[in-house]
């Protein structure tokens, strides 16, 4: 078989396994979109858990030794368009609308952007710049201490919980109250009906008993005054 058949089979297995996961993660966000009422935290594993074996299905097929090296293949763009191209739109399933010189370094780029190249090499030449018995001493130091957190939350999680075991008080409410309660409220349930009362007697004028006569306080005898006209000056 030649070199070109065992590309465009591998290809096409490649393709394949990749359309059925792109299958999967739509209809996941179809569900999570439209159906979310009923979509519960074990479907969401559940189709993660389809996800990733078919992620490992299509990483196995790439280290597979039946398919051919696909790093010493090399894409070169014989045509670029500026204008819209209808078929390019169909087979992209409207992600791309023009093969132009914007995307084709974008799409066909076998490096990083240039400038997270630089920063890339920036961090790579700081840490050769240092020692590597202070850093496996630093790295052992964080790891102690690292060990050592967990040490004491886990202590301190097992102290809690045995405490609040000990200490567990009684529960302060009732469901059965609370259901009498709530039906008591919208359906009168429990409620009793008290009997009507007899009717008070109005007492005629006739029976009225006379007031007894209020006696005068003795108060300050009263005052005389005068009053005098005021005198006019002329």
Sequence with gaps: MSQDRQLELASDAILQR??????????LILKIELDHDNFSFPDALDSFGVISGQMNAVMKLLKSERLPLLKGVTAIPLLLNP?????????????????????????????????????????????????????????????KMAN??????????????????????????????????????????AFRVLPPSAPMQR????SASPAAPTPQAKGVGSIKTTIKPAGRNY
């Design 18 to 27: 990749v359309n059925e996961m792109k299958s999967t993660l739509n209809n």
């Design 83 to 143: 204008d819209k191209d209808p078929e390019l739109l169909s087979m992209t399933e409207g992600r791309l609308e023009f093969f132009n010189h914007a995307v084709v370094p974008d799409y066909l780029r076998t490096k990083p952007d240039p400038a997270v190249e630089k920063e890339h090499e920036k961090v790579e030449f700081r840490g050769s710049q240092q020692n590597p018995d202070t850093v496996n001493k630093q790295a052992a130091n964080l790891t």
């Design 203 to 206: 007492q005629g004028p006739s």
């Design 148 to 189: 050592h957190i967990l040490e004491i939350i886990s202590t301190n999680t097992n102290e809690w919980e045995t405490s609040s075991e000990r200490t567990a008080q009684p529960g302060t409410s009732s469901m059965a109250e609370t259901q009498e309660l709530v039906s008591s409220v919208f359906t009168g349930k």
